[in-house]
């Protein structure tokens, strides 16, 4: 499926042209998703930068597309509070046919007895897309790029089933000036009938020929942003690299339905006394995301080496650790919508120390020391048995501990099982 002939037929911006014909300025990313770890001899300071497909980055937080990022004044907010870059709520050309209803979200609480004011570790929207009108929009972003020029604003786009539609959406969008497009292929709900977010997204056929009307016209990079909401994600992920798209961002949020009101016997949320599957975001999402990311950094890696392409993760990300831990999977920028919603904008300033702490206690100076160092670590079920035979074999010679569980006592269950592990 993967093509690594694939060729551009886009004019891209000069920053990126320029750096993928001089590879040794630097300002390219490595090639590769996962590598050896090299720690240098003296402790500097950390340097969080990043440069994804020709755009440079002070750190590689990026404010998720979402309610943080729906106009002017928060995404200026974001820009001052230090975030890498920024990726608007996702617009489309006729913000009319959008209509959202009131309550649009239900939280998972983690507290004793059920609590309702434990911590929220899973938050459910039933949200569409921008309800406010493009040219507003557009305005906004136009603004945002003359007074931050040097700042990375992306634009986040969703159109339906139609070539003309697309090319307009884009041609006005790329005249603000914004520095990216992130196409949203995974909205979970809302205007299926319209073909739209993840109706494309879950529909390689169709996502290959919107991908290629898309970057047909895109004179600027392209992200596709995957809905978890399959079954293999790394099918889409490769038809939209093949089809000219430069990064990859996952996940969206996951189908759900967060829970009934077991008093009057409703769903939540519950809007007029229904509701509808809505998308799950937050703490709880976080290893799912970890498991969709990496098998799209695995077919990156082992299919689309060779070129400047990028991955966005995405998924439950409230501390430096959590994006470490992408990192370490092969992103090379990490997004974050609602834990800006539940933090604030202010959030940044705590992952980037928290990041920072990481790759010192590591000795790492830049981001690329540890990117996709965790990767190769990921094997199948049957080789961990066939590692775990022959390390037991080398180690029979020491016996310490049982030979099988016919020998337990019932003193220690877990000491006992540990020490078959060490026979
Ligand atoms: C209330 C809400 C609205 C969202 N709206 C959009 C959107 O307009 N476009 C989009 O691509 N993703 C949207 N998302 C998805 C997020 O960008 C992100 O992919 C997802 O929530 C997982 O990340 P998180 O756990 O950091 O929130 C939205 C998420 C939430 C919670």
Known sequence: MASLSFTQIKTKNPVAEFAKAH????????????????????QKEPDLSVTVNGLHMPNPFVIGSGPPGTNYTVMKRAFDEGWGAVIAKTVSLDASKVINVT??????????????K?????????????DRPLETMLKEFKQLKEEYPDRILIASIMEEYN???WEELIDRVEQ????????NFSCPHGMPERKMGAAVGQDCALLEEVCGWINAKATIPVWAKMTPNITDITQPARVALSSGCEGVAAINTIMSVMGINLNNLRP?????????????????????????????????????????????????????????EFILLG????????????HGYGLVKKICEELKDFMRSHNFSSIEDFRGASLEYFTTHTDLVRRQQEAVKQRKA????????????????VKETESMVSN
């Open 23 to 42: 590879p040794k300025t630097g300002l390219l990313r490595s090639r590769r998703v996962g590598f050896r770890v090299l720690a240098s001899e003296t």
């Open 103 to 116: 309550p649009r979200y239900a939280r998972l609480r983690v507290g004793v007895n059920g609590s309702p």
């Open 118 to 130: 434990g911590q929220i570790i899973g938050w459910e929207n039933i949200e569409l897309i921008s």
């Open 163 to 165: 070539k003309a539609a």
């Open 176 to 183: 603000t000036g914004v520095d990216a497009f992130e196409i």
């Open 268 to 324: 939540e949320p519950c809007v007029e006394g229904y509701s509808t599957p809505g998308g799950y975001s937050s703490k709880a999402v976080h290893p799912i995301a970890l498991a969709k990311v990496m098998n799209i950094a695995k077919m990156m890696k082992s299919e689309f080496n060779d070129k400047d392409y990028s991955l966005s993760g995405i998924g439950g990300v409230e501390t430096g650790s959590d994006a470490a």
């Open 331 to 342: 992103a090379n920028t990490v997004q974050v919508c609602t834990g800006v919603m539940m």
């Open 398 to 413: 020491v016996r310490k501990g049982l030979q099988s569980d016919k020998d337990w006592t019932g003193d220690g269950f």
